[in-house]
């Protein structure tokens, strides 16, 4: 299995002097919106799809289209996308195979339209929040879900085999073993991770946190936990999973453990490092 992050959505978030001033190579977009492009013996695999050719072309059709443009200031850059990314790499993109979604918030999903041949695989618990939203957030962020073109879509239970206190899958349908979806509740009702497990463990949290410093101590901005006030569907969920996550990222040092919108996250892996 050969892995490639991609930023597939920079952003420049109306708060961002307040959440990232540790990172030396911040510029104006400071947040960014971490895929994975996994090679494996069963094809493309990809983890999110960030931002897609249509909210690049016509940001008005994102599903939190007005609010979301003017808070988190996308940059909408078509060379971000990931089908033109995985052009580049010399790929068709119409070989991504499977898609694996952490939740369905617009900046993970924006680009399954892109890749209407690729089965989602999802927990059955984000499907059921975005087919049946519930509460007022809910039904706003789920106002505009865009899976229509992806007739093929794989929903999971979890049930038992508990790993580090989280509810996983393995043997998501058609994918290799090695790569798992882990229940990670709070900032949406079936919010996932991806854990792969490989000589160098990644353990990608999506949206449970959003800045490293989160995760290695805690510290949250100001400005954050404003945010996770508004976003997180259950905030007490969400501390308990983070308070896990710690536990992992402390206990197994080995483990990769990163989120979906750190910059310094991003650009360390991306270059190989940890
Ligand atoms: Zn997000």
């Known amino acids: 299995m050969k892995i490639h992050h991609l930023n597939c959505g920079s952003f420049c978030p109306l708060s961002h002097p307040l959440l990232n001033r540790a990172v030396p190579e911040l510029d104006r977009f400071n947040l960014v919106c971490h895929c994975l492009l996994i090679e494996s013996d069963q094809g493309l695999i990809l983890v999110d799809t960030g931002l897609g050719l249509q909210d690049v072309r016509a940001h008005s059709r994102m599903a939190i289209n007005f609010s979301f443009n003017r808070i988190a200031k996308p940059k909408l850059d078509l060379e971000e996308t990931a089908f033109i990314q995985i052009s580049k790499l ?3 993109p119409l070989d991504v195979k499977h898609i694996i979604v952490t939740h369905f918030d617009a900046d993970h999903i924006g680009g399954l339209a892109d890749f209407p041949l690729a089965k989602v695989h999802v927990l059955k618990d984000e499907w059921l929040a975005a087919q049946t939203p519930k509460s007022a ?22 049930r038992g085999d508990l790993w580090h206190g989280f509810k996983r899958v393995q043997n998501l349908e058609g994918i290799d073993p090695s790569i798992y979806l ?19 463990p990644l353990f990608f949290a999506g949206d449970a946190f959003m800045l490293q410093t989160q995760l290695k101590n805690g510290k949250s901005p100001l400005a954050l936990e404003l945010y996770n006030r508004l976003a997180h569907e259950d ?9 896990k996550l710690q536990d992992i990222d402390q ?5 990769s453990v990163f989120c979906s919108h750190d910059r310094g996250q991003f650009l360390n892996l991306a270059k190989g490092k940890r």
């Open 90 to 92: 010399g790929f068709n």
């Open 137 to 158: 957030r809910e039904k706003a962020r789920y106002r505009q879900i865009r899976c229509d073109q992806n007739k093929d879509v794989k929903v999971y239970e979890t």
């Open 182 to 200: 882990v229940s990670l509740p709070g900032h949406t009702r079936g919010h996932a991770g991806v854990y792969i497990e490989q000589e160098n």
């Open 235 to 243: 905030l007490q969920l969400a501390k308990e999973t983070l308070l």
């Open 251 to 255: 206990q197994e040092p080995q483990i």
